[in-house]
């Protein structure tokens, strides 16, 4: 279960680096869905990952939901939350009822539907695929693949709204046969957020296990 959360507690830089070898279609539908979520104070989403393999005849669901606001970011998943503050990263497990602390540090992390809106604009070259459907709606197909030989992964393909530019879902292809699929399934604009949105509270938690790694 830590594996799914790794992939989804993320921080990725942003930056503009070698934009001359892009597809411009392709990076001109990725600047507009970037420019939309940015422009949010903060943002919730619920959504369903799906990890696959074929050789291994793995299939394997879980729903969480995420609220975002700049690189601060709460998720809950499966019975376990993992909270940033932007500094300090606390994970906690309910069925433990135990809390890890560790100081937060995004170079060890991999992709995350926190910051999988800026993702495109470093280490990544993007290429427009095709137009298609998702839901009954259609989108831009635009593949990520990245410029580090040695990324664990190797490309991904993101799901633009046409209408609205919206991330409809992506999915992320690793070396090792593993494929993640992230569908939102609902969104919310500028939830209420504040100071204790994204810090872990032991009092609401009684009895937690504190176990600080930092």
Do not use: C, H
């Amino acid at each position: 279960m830590k594996k799914f959360l790794t992939l989804l507690a993320v921080s990725v830089s942003v930056s503009t680096a070698a934009l001359a070898q892009q597809d411009p279609k392709a990076g001109k539908i990725l600047d507009q869905m970037s420019a939309k979520y940015q422009a949010l104070k903060a943002f919730k989403a619920t959504f369903t990952q799906t990890l696959e393999n074929d050789a291994a005849k793995v299939k394997e669901n879980l729903s969480g939901d995420i609220t975002v606001s700049g690189q601060k970011f709460r998720l809950k998943m499966s019975g376990q939350e993992v909270i940033n503050n932007g500094q300090t990263l606390w994970t906690y497990m309910r069925a433990e009822n135990e809390v890890n602390i560790s100081d937060y540090e995004p170079e060890d992390q991999e992709i995350s539907p926190s910051q999988i809106y800026t993702l495109y604009k470093k280490g990544y070259k993007y290429s427009y695929v095709q137009e298609a459907k998702e839901g009954g709606e259609l989108v831009d197909v635009i593949e990520l693949s990245p410029e580090d030989r040695s990324n664990p992964v190797y490309k991904v393909r993101l799901k633009v709204s046409k209408a609205d530019k919206s991330v409809k879902s992506w999915q992320m292809f690793k070396k090792n046969g593993n494929r993640y699929t992230y569908k939102i399934s609902k969104f919310q604009p500028n939830p209420p957020v504040d100071a204790t949105t994204f810090t872990f509270d032991k009092n609401k938690y009684k009895g937690v296990k504190v176990i600080d790694l930092r």
